[in-house]
């Protein structure tokens, strides 16, 4: 069977009559990508599809070939249930309430056992659906193969009960072979977000849990489970996504046996590791009346044997084919946060523009403090009209002053926030998101407001409406500073409604871009703490860190671009001396971390020298010349054992040019060459090779070579296996390498 077949297969009322045509294996994949990834669906009379998720071999897969070697194993299904015996975490938990009963009030239905009702296939997408009619719950589960070569699924639990049902998890939870011994994820904290952990798999339950109502600095981001050793540019790994930008959970865990019943017979089976994810639940956040139903987040997962960079591709690949993904070129930005931060005055601002014009930049941001009251960020937050005090006459003449310097004017907000120093809380403290009575913590000094409430959305829409028109911006930084905890709204007398937030930011956000379509979006949440699909399915950019000293942001835009391109990853030169590090950083390597982002400037030009201005034009000619390339070519990270000097870069897709960078980290552990490896090249072509670094090299040291070769001309094959042998270069510098088809 090709997966462009076509099954539809019904059995209402009757799961255990399926004809044998009806059982036969299914595999979800895009055919057109050979090294995407594949899930194959084993039908089985009275149960839940088993799974088998993977690389897709590049000669394709027949599923029945799947179904026969697996024979011995049919590994779990997309929702592992306590009830077949499956000894691990459960992919659905919850129970019924009912209080007529006379028996408890609760603990009612929690133990279900899905059987397949009806399931229809086309190749690229399949819908399984199947109820527990004891229990009163109807599922449905989808899978879809998505450009960019991943898969994803979800579930969707409708109560068919009469009593409410309270749906306490429901997850994705997808098997691995048995050789996957290996997590990576990631943890962080505001300003040093995508922190690396990594360690093998044991008995028991990985679990990464987000509290914080939002994404979160310590999301686990993508949750990769592997075959020991897996690094960039090779390795068996599998890579797990959960669309939210809300509370979830991301999870691998490996059980040492579980009950199989397959073909009606009792066995046991060998352990078996799997990882999962899903929305985080609050308690009795999502509790289905009669009728009702919850669905979770899309989850993904990419599966490869070609390591990090692959799974990456199939992460970008994706993005790449949104229609909000960004389609003109990446304008250089200028956001003066770290330049002026709450010190908003005309004739500095327009000083700054002035340089920023002449040094090329193409967009000017202004960020947070030029609303009503906003001098610290201790006021103001909610009250989103221009502080007639700072600006008088509104924001029109420092607007105008930098659209007649050439560039585009964009504005910071935070919308889902308030200050209690602010006429918006004063006049409407019940507009805010509390578990109850009391007050929640201040973080930032702010408080959360309840978007669930039609007046606050209402507000906020026609506030920030009317600054876009008003102002004709065309760039929004949209900022969240607090983590939304003690989420209950006052509409539900406290009850949890973190759910119901999320969906509200997205509802605000989609209202405002059908209304605006030609504004850009940057998601911000006190830096990275708000990045994942499906925010990036509605924005341009991602503020990617506050993290603006440039060593510790390789690391953060390194591990980011795990999930996300380089064109949505806001990267910015700050100040020589860094305002968070206080270490000094050169020009070089402040550049050259910016150059492989989203470019921009958050640094005061006012305060910078002659020198510095003109190297700093050079990195933004260098940035224009190649952003064409840098935002759709296929991301590149060397494996090393030498940390102090990192090797990476993008590849074009059609292998006619790559653009490197040798970031010399730290001083080098010795002095020979590194070999800088360019896979992805056409083998057979010639390329030349060029050193396009802007600035002044200085030499490491006496006695050792300088730089690479000036310029020369070798075939792809040889770059990919020789490499180009860079020394070692000059402590926190960044080498440029140009790679140009003949
Ligand atoms: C946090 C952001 O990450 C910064 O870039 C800046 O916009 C501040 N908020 C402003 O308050």
Not at 333 to 343: H, P, Q, S, T
Not at 493 to 509: F, I, K, R, T
Not at 556 to 580: K, N
Request: hydrophobic fraction near 40%; include cysteine.
């Amino acid at each position: 069977m090709t997966i462009d077949d076509k099954i539809r297969v019904r059995s209402a009322g009757a799961p255990a009559e399926q004809h044998a045509d009806q059982r036969r294996p299914i595999l979800v994949a895009h055919s057109d990508d050979p090294s995407g990834t594949g899930l194959a669906l084993f039908p089985q009379a009275d149960a839940l599809p088993a799974v088998w998720v993977g690389p897709v071999p590049a000669a394709g897969l027949d599923p029945d070939d799947a179904a026969a070697l697996l024979a011995a194993v049919r590994p779990c299904s997309l929702l592992p249930q306590h009830g077949e015996g499956w000894f691990g975490r459960p992919g659905l938990s919850g129970h019924r309430l009912d209080s007529g009963t006379g028996g408890p009030a609760a603990g009612h239905d929690w133990s279900q056992l899905f059987r397949p009702v009806e399931a229809e296939h086309d190749g690229t997408r399949a819908r399984v659906e199947a109820a527990d009619p004891a229990a009163g719950l109807r599922l449905v589960t989808e899978v879809e193969a998505i450009p960019g070569g991943a898969i994803r699924a979800r579930h969707t639990i409708t109560n068919t009960g009469g009593q409410p049902y309270v749906v306490d998890s429901l997850e994705v939870v997808f098997p691995l072979p048995s050789r996957v011994g290996e997590v990576l994820d990631f943890t962080g904290r505001q300003a040093a977000e995508r922190i690396l952990q990594r360690h093998q798999i044991g008995d028991g339950l990985w679990l990464r849990e987000g509290r914080r109502g939002h994404t979160g600095h310590d999301s686990a981001t993508m949750m990769i489970a592997g075959v020991p050793g897996f690094g960039f540019g090779g390795g068996e790994a599998f890579g797990l996504h959960v669309a939210w930008s809300g509370n979830t959970v991301y999870r691998v865990e490996r059980v040492p046996s579980g009950l199989g019943m397959a073909d009606g017979g009792e066995r046991l089976l060998p352990g078996t590791a799997t990882i999962g994810g899903g929305e985080l639940l609050l308690p009795g956040e999502i509790t289905l009346a009669e009728g009702e139903s919850y669905a979770t987040p899309w989850v993904y997962l990419a599966a490869t044997r070609a390591g990090l960079d692959a799974l990456s591709a199939q992460f970008h690949g994706y993005l790449r084919s949104l229609p909000a993904h960004p389609r003109s070129p990446r304008p250089v930005n200028l956001n003066v946060w770290e330049a002026v931060y709450f010190r908003h005055d005309f004739a500095k601002l327009a000083a700054l523009a002035d340089i920023a014009a002449d040094v090329g930049v193409e967009r000017y941001v202004l960020d947070d403090g030029w609303f009503t009251g906003r001098r610290s960020d201790r006021a103001g937050l909610g009250d989103w009209h221009v502080d007639e005090h700072v600006w008088p006459g509104g924001l029109h003449r420092l607007a105008d002053y930098v659209r007649g310097r050439g560039m585009r004017f964009g504005l910071w907000i935070e919308p889902e926030m308030v200050s209690p120093d602010s006429g918006l809380y004063r006049a409407h403290p019940d507009w805010i998101l509390a578990a109850g009575q009391r007050r929640p913590p201040l973080q930032r000094h702010q408080l959360v407001l309840d978007l669930t409430r039609p007046e606050v959305t209402g507000y906020l829409l026609e506030r920030i409406s009317a600054l876009i028109a008003e102002y004709g911006i065309d760039y929004v930084k949209w900022d969240c500073n607090r983590d939304i905890i003690d989420a209950g709204s006052g509409g539900r007398a406290g009850a949890p409604a973190a759910h119901d937030q999320a969906l509200a930011v997205y509802a605000l956000l989609d209202e405002l871009r059908r209304r605006h379509p030609a504004v850009e979006w940057e998601s911000c949440a006190a830096g990275g703490g708000r990045i994942d699909l499906a925010m990036l399915e509605r924005v341009q950019r991602v503020w990617t860190s506050d993290m603006t000293d440039a060593l510790a942001r390789q690391a953060i835009q390194r591990w980011t671009g795990q999930l996300v391109p380089p064109e949505y990853l806001g990267a910015h030169i700050s100040a020589p001396f860094s305002h968070q590090t206080g270490r000094y950083m050169p020009l070089s390597l402040r550049c050259g971390t910016a150059l492989f982002g989203h470019f921009g400037i958050e640094w005061d030009l006012t305060a910078a020298g002659d020198d510095d201005l003109a190297e700093l034009a050079s990195w933004i000619r260098l940035y224009k010349q190649h952003r064409a390339l840098i935002h759709a070519g296929r991301m590149v990270r060397i494996d090393t054992v030498d940390d102090t000097a990192w090797m990476y870069g993008v590849v074009a897709a059609d292998a006619s040019a790559a653009l490197m960078s040798y970031a010399q980290l730290d001083e080098p552990v010795n002095d020979q060459p590194a070999a800088l490896r360019v896979p992805g090249l056409d083998p057979l072509r010639r390329y030349r090779v060029t050193d396009v670094t802007p600035g002044t090299r200085l030499p490491r040291r006496s006695g050792l070579p300088e730089a690479a070769p000036a310029a020369i001309e070798v075939s792809g094959g040889a770059l990919a296996e020789i490499g180009l042998a860079i020394p070692p270069q000059r402590t926190l510098t960044a080498t440029i390498i140009l790679i140009e088809a003949i």
